[in-house]
């Protein structure tokens, strides 16, 4: 039995921001907290096989901006080649 999985989908960069509420039409809201996190359904698929001990490989489009810099230190951070 093999432990290899390869995974075709999404790598995305969440973007999130907290606020004391949502705004209503027309209205600025100053945020308190801005967080960058690593998404896409793919991605997701591909860290819970990886934890899980499978060897991943991750099949994904990635442009060429400070974005796609972003994620590929995510992949190596988590170890992932």
């Known amino acids: 039995m093999s432990n290899k999985v390869t995974v075709f989908g999404s790598f995305v ?3 999130m921001a907290r606020t004391p509420h949502l705004p209503v039409p027309a209205e600025t809201v ?4 801005f967080r960058m996190g690593a998404g896409g359904k ?3 698929q591909c860290v ?5 001990g499978a060897n991943v490989t991750m ?4 442009g ?5 810099d972003w ?3 995510t992949i190596q951070r988590e170890r992932m080649k």
């Open 13 to 15: 960069v969440d973007l």
């Open 30 to 33: 100053k945020g308190s907290l």
């Open 42 to 44: 793919g991605f997701n």
């Open 48 to 52: 819970a096989a990886h934890k899980a």
């Open 59 to 62: 099949v994904t489009k990635m």
């Open 64 to 68: 060429r901006d400070s974005f796609a």
């Open 71 to 73: 994620s590929l230190r």
